[in-house]
Structures are given as C-alpha cells and as structure tokens.
C-alpha cells in the first residue's frame, strides 16, 4: 500500500492561499490521491481526487506532479472556517475489489486572522 | 439529496457489553464503510460492505462485525468491548464505483467505554 507523508501542522493567514503538499512516493498507477478534510468532531468532508491530471473544482485544486510522487492540494483564498485537519489519502484496493482509505494523521491547518 | 445520518451521536458502555452503531447511506449509494477513529489520529478502516457482504477488512478482531440490509443500511456490532475501544465510529457511503466519486462521510457516533 503507498503510504502518504505529510507536514504536521501549517499556519496561513486568512485572505492567503493555503498550500498543503504531500508525499507519496511509492504510488502504483491504478491508485487515486484524495484529499478530505476533518473539522473538529466532524466526519471528514470530501474535497479532491485525482489520477494523474491537475484537477480544480469549487473547493480547491490540486496539482500532481508529472512524477506522481507528489501533490499540493491549494486553497486559493483561505477563510477561517478552514481550520482543519487535512488528510492526503492514496487510495488502495482491498480484498475482494473493494477500496479502503488509509488515513494518515494529516495537516493540521490553522488559519489566522 | 440526504447525506449519511448515523445514530446514535453518543454512547456509553461498560467493559463486556456488546454495542450496535446503526448507518443510513446517502441516496444513490450502495457501498457502506466503517472507520474507527481514536483520539488524536486519522480514522481507521474496519470494513466496507457491498450488497449485503463483507468486502474488505482492515485489522479489527472478529468481535467487530457488520450488516448491509437491502436498503444499503448498515450495522456494526462491536462484541465484548474493551476500554480502547472508546472512539468516534464513522461511517462512510459510495457509489460502487468510488474511484469516480468522493466518499461521503456521516458526523459519527462517540462511544465511551468505561
């Protein structure tokens, strides 16, 4: 299973773009990144994925590197409701075709003032 | 369009009891997942469910176990519970074909196991 490398904490403030990278280096071809976020005591909320193109969507965008080693999610105006825990997930197959999440312990992002 | 509702939103049990955390999936969505999330850390894969079987399991004991009912609701079953398992249990929903989709996320149930 790729494993996913993240900064522990980041600090942007409000107004700013937030960039949160990723590593993950050991990614096969067929397995998405995923990026979800976690408000305290909250289920975590879906953001991003993607292959191997750069992607945008209303929330976010995210850039892969040609590599696929590597990825930013980029928050392009950030509030302070996204303060959160941010996760990087490379997605596997588990047994019988089904697909886990495996979350690592994430970026805990705080947005200031 | 309803999200992933689960109940209840808090419980407290006793070391040896038995528990059932119930999940409704979103509309559309036939494939339920469970995640284990202890204090502090990222949530953890316990099992995923896909027309009323088990289709995948992380590293969780036998005691935890689950059902998919033909409306994609699901239970799990947590037997004889220990202190450690005091933690937020999640539920997530998909598509079968998640790859093309995002999961989506209940706000969880908290048990607290004394």
């Known amino acids: 299973d790729a494993k996913t490398t993240q900064p522990p904490s980041m600090d942007c403030a409000e107004g700013r773009a937030a960039n949160l990278p990723c590593n993950h280096s050991t990614i096969s071809g067929n397995e998405y990144v995923y990026w979800y976020r976690q408000i305290h005591s909250q289920g975590p909320q879906y953001i991003i994925h993607g292959l191997k193109n750069n992607e945008t969507n209303e929330m976010a965008s995210l850039i892969i590197t040609e590599d696929r080693k590597s990825s930013t999610l980029i928050l392009p105006h950030a509030t302070l409701r996204d303060t959160a825990v941010y996760y990087c997930?490379?997605?596997?197959?588990?047994?019988?075709?089904?697909?886990?999440?495996?979350f690592g312990k994430g970026t805990s992002l705080l947005v200031t003032p | 369009e309803t999200g992933v509702t689960q109940s209840p939103t808090h419980l407290i049990k006793t070391r040896g009891q038995q528990v059932t955390l119930r999940c409704s999936s979103q509309s559309g969505h036939n494939t339920v997942s469970w995640y284990q999330q202890a204090l502090g850390q990222g949530p953890q894969f316990i099992f995923q469910?896909?027309?009323?079987?088990?289709?995948g399991r992380g590293n969780f004991p036998p005691r935890f176990s689950g059902l998919q009912f033909p409306n994609y609701s699901s239970e799990l079953n947590v037997n004889a519970l220990e202190l450690d398992d005091s933690a937020l249990y999640l539920c997530?929903?998909?598509?079968?074909?998640?790859?093309?989709?995002?999961?989506?996320f209940g706000s969880g149930t908290r048990l607290t196991v004394v």
């Open positions: 997930i490379v997605r596997v197959a588990n047994s019988n075709s089904g697909y886990a999440l495996n």
């Open positions: 469910y896909y027309r009323e079987e088990e289709n």
């Open positions: 997530a929903s998909s598509p079968r074909d998640s790859r093309l989709y995002g999961y989506t």
